[in-house]
């Protein structure tokens, strides 16, 4: 074994520290990119709530609309037994 990486773990070799260099960059636009999206995200709730609707049950109908409908629908009737159980429904 005569490759640098194992006669001393603490090195790198300049191949392994181009590839960590190329992880992390692109980790780094990918978060750039991401808090542009949220600031998006963010811009079209103030939209949508200055022409009146509620944010908050805006994005329970996105969480809503990410559920398989299927696994919705038997989590909806678990809720409906439970509030009835409780005297709610």
Do not use: H
Request: proline share 1%; hydrophobic share 40%; charged share 45%.
């Amino acid at each position: 074994m005569d490759d640098a990486s194992f006669e001393n773990p603490d090195v790198m070799t300049a191949a392994a520290q181009g590839r960590l260099r190329t992880i992390i960059e692109r980790i780094e636009r990918l978060e750039e990119d991401k808090k542009a999206v949220m600031e998006d995200m963010k811009e079209v709730f103030a939209e949508a709530k200055g022409e009146g609707y509620d944010v908050k049950v805006l994005r329970k109908v996105i969480r809503i609309r990410k559920q398989d409908r299927a696994k919705r629908q038997e989590e909806e009737a678990i809720l409906d037994l439970y509030l009835s159980a409780l005297g709610e429904v």
